[in-house]
């Protein structure tokens, strides 16, 4: 390819982005292209960390501005450590959440100034923005039910109100830049259908970005 790409997924709790996200890396390694994964919050030492922290910390009070520098600062790392190096290699960097998720969960789910996450993000990304992002969307409830199966996390115990704030976000998201965030609808346990959606996506993409012959 003449440069890497860069591949986001986002939705809400119990979507399936972790497991479609691995799904489509396993794919274009079989194709013979390199395929980086990786994860927000996380994919660095730091990054684990403050994933520790805003997850598993069911008895700290943490404001919905402080997940935002956490969230922020776990992103700075992971775009110079992994992202930014993934992609010089020409890569597809595919990572689980990224700068849409901060201004859905932050923004729309906690209310922080939309303007404030952008500025903050900027210069956490140094404005570096997906070449696409394949928002998987579910109803709420059904999505909550799947993800805390087995005990919810600091996140996800944040309530049903919160979290349909979140996907209203994203759909919003999703209609102001329909050429980057691609809508797929998740329902049932249709993992085949949801993956292949998803490749022929990114295989657009991807044709976009390949060198001459």
């Known amino acids: 390819m003449k440069r890497g790409v860069f591949i986001t997924f986002e939705g809400i709790e119990g979507c399936g982005k972790s497991t479609q996200s691995k799904l489509l890396c396993a794919y274009l ?21 403050v994933r520790e922290v805003l997850l ?20 700075g790392q992971i775009v110079d450590e992994v992202i930014r ?27 922080v100034r939309l303007g404030a996450i952008r500025a903050l993000d900027r210069v956490a990304t140094g404005g570096l923005v997906p070449d696409l992002t394949l928002l998987l ?15 919810a996390d600091r996140m996800e115990s944040k309530g049903v109100a919160y979290h349909d704030r979140v996907r209203k976000g994203y759909l919003k998201l999703a209609k ?38």
């Open 85 to 111: 190096p993934g992609l010089k290699r020409r890569a597809v960097v595919v990572c689980d959440r990224f700068s849409d998720a901060t201004l859905c969960y932050q923004g729309y789910g906690g209310k």
């Open 137 to 151: 969307d579910i109803d709420v409830r059904t999505g909550l039910e799947r993800a805390t199966k087995k005990g």
């Open 29 to 49: 390694r079989r194709r013979g292209l390199t395929c980086v994964h990786t994860r927000e919050p996380g994919g660095t030492r730091l990054g684990e960390k």
């Open 176 to 213: 102001a830049e329909p050429a980057r965030i691609k809508v797929i609808r998740v329902s049932g346990n249709d993992i085949d259908k949801v993956q292949y959606l998803i490749r022929r996506e990114v295989e657009l993409v991807i044709q976009r970005h390949k060198g001459p012959r």
């Open 56 to 75: 598993g910390s069911k008895g700290v009070a943490i404001s919905d501005l402080t997940e935002l520098f956490l969230f922020e600062a776990a992103r």
